[in-house]
């Protein structure tokens, strides 16, 4: 029997790194769940003819291209994903959403508050949706985390702990491309938003921060021959204080040796603790202070399909999701908000609020003082 359902045509602009995830997405989601649309890997475009056919290749796109304009003048193309360097996002889906197509972006969604801002107020008025790529928010476990908090399960939130670190920049020789380019942002606004992002999604709105940005390689090669002078902080640390009376804190950085992907919370509470490592994603350490002496320690919970989604993905616990079927629950909340079934999980207002914060905190930490969000 033929599939009835409408098609929905993606056109992706960037092959990179989270390029491929975002396909390795899409693809899952359409065998995994029982999406309202037909998704289709319509187009793909990168900074060559070569470089795109190549992607669209390997990735299986009908078409490909050297120019990302052409994704936009497509009439067939429904949904546009960015997933370039961050400073190209604006321009981009700004000409998406003029061309009325629905964006799909990765974090951060612009190196500056203002144009995040200018970016979600265009999407509104078009009426068009929107995703920012947050996929550890999907996580089954971070649900669960969530439900506890919310139900009272861990009492009276008193203090949050996060950090994302990771290595990819420790080596001063490493240019670092756009990444410490000032107006594509620094640690914090790349890395640290998935720690500001995970904090208030776990417990409300941040009210206040101190900030603490650090450039610790000043110099690193230009790729000329010479080298150039880095503005863009390393390690970026914020305390925070939460709505809900909690307070805390969070730290990024890009140059933390040996961390292949350090995104870690804890969370103490009146009657209870939790505990995440990304490392070990489908693991939840939990504390209940209830338990009788001599019995009290942190037991771990194994995701399974008690955690929806994760039994679309497998019938059995313990036997682990992974980064990239993240990223497929992600797309499907994208697809079932532009179906309609569903308010849009984390659209271009919410990352505009989280890159206020980020700004909030880099200039709280130029001021050394407290800065009210």
Known sequence: ????????????????????????????????????????????????DELAAAAGAEFGFETSTGDWRSIIDDASIDVVDITTPNALHKEMALAAIAAGKHVYCEKPLAPLAADAI????????????????????????????????????????????GVHAEEFMADASNPGGFRVDPAGGGAFADIGSHALATAEYLLGPITAVMGDFVTAIKERPDGKGGTRQIEVDDIGRAFLRFENGASGNIEASWIATGQEMQHDFEIYGSKGAILFTQERLNELRYYNAS???????????????????????????????????LKAIEVQGFVQAIAGERPEPFNFRAGARIMTVIEAIATSSKARAWMEL
């Open 291 to 325: 338990d009788p002496e001599g019995r009290r320690g942190f037991r771990t919970i194994l995701a399974g399909p008690e955690h929806p989604p994760y039994g679309r993905f497998c019938v059995a616990g313990g036997h682990q999701l992974g980064f990239n079927d």
């Open 118 to 161: 200018e970016m979600a107020e265009a999407a509104e008025a078009a009426g068009i949706r929107t995703q920012v790529g947050f996929n550890y928010l999907c996580n089954p476990i971070m649900i669960l985390a969530r439900e506890m908090i919310q139900s009272g399960e861990l009492g009276e939130i008193r203090s949050f702990r």
């Open 1 to 48: 029997m033929a599939n009835s359902k409408p098609k929905l045509n993606i056109g992706l602009i960037g092959t990179g790194f989270m390029g491929k995830t975002h396909t390795f997405g899409f693809a899952a989601a359409n065998r995994v769940f029982d999406l309202p649309y037909d998704l289709v890997l319509r187009a793909v475009a990168d900074r060559t």
